[in-house]
């Protein structure tokens, strides 16, 4: 099956600056990639997501970045704000149903202010 | 709405103690899920249910049971509790929005085995 790996396990920044989280899959079928915020006491919530047909896609201070042939995706966050801080995953499946997603470990994210 | 509603939030059994997570989503989803979440793994795909009645299983089903009661409510049961299913489980429902299933996730039950 698909392995999913994720870096860092955790990361601090100062408010304002950016922060970066890459995942790498395995599977080169692989073909949609979503990314998910979760804060303490809560689930997952899906904040963006980019499928294989695309490199990179927007969503205001969030912006995710997809490299097939790496087999790679990143997610990056600018101008962080202390409400950025939580654990982040990050998931890949083939396909389109849900059941297929396999999810990387997670980065927790600490905006100092 | 009140979206995806997990119960109980907190839970302790001994080992061997059964017991039955509860989930309901009001959104109208079809397919509904149960993960698992691990320190240091992500979440991993015990049950899902792609439309009422039927279940299927995920990457780590042993040891579980599921129901998929109507299309609002997905159980998941716990026949003899074991240590090794120590975790935070989360529900999810989802429901497909052009070609992606977009999936909304319930808070979660921590459980605890002695």
Known sequence: ?113 | NAGVTQTPKFQVLKTGQSMTLQCAQDMNHNSMYWYRQDPGMGLRLIYYSASEGTTDKGEVPNGYNVSRLNKREFSLRLESAAPSQTSVYFCASSVQRGSTDTQYFGPGTRLTVL
């Open chain 1, 1 to 113: 099956g698909e392995n999913v790996e994720q870096h860092p396990s955790t990361l601090s920044v100062q408010e304002g600056d950016s922060a970066v989280i890459k995942c790498t899959y395995s599977d080169s079928a692989s073909n949609y990639f979503p990314w998910y915020k979760q804060e303490l006491g809560k689930g997952p919530q899906l904040i963006i997501d980019i499928r294989s047909n695309v490199g990179e896609k927007k969503d205001q201070r969030i912006a995710v970045t997809l490299n097939k042939t790496a087999k790679h995706f990143s997610l990056h966050i600018t101008e962080t704000q202390p409400e950025d801080s939580a654990v982040y995953f990050c998931a890949a499946s083939q396909g389109t149903g849900a059941n297929n997603l396999f999810f990387g470990t997670g980065t927790r994210l600490t905006v100092i202010p």
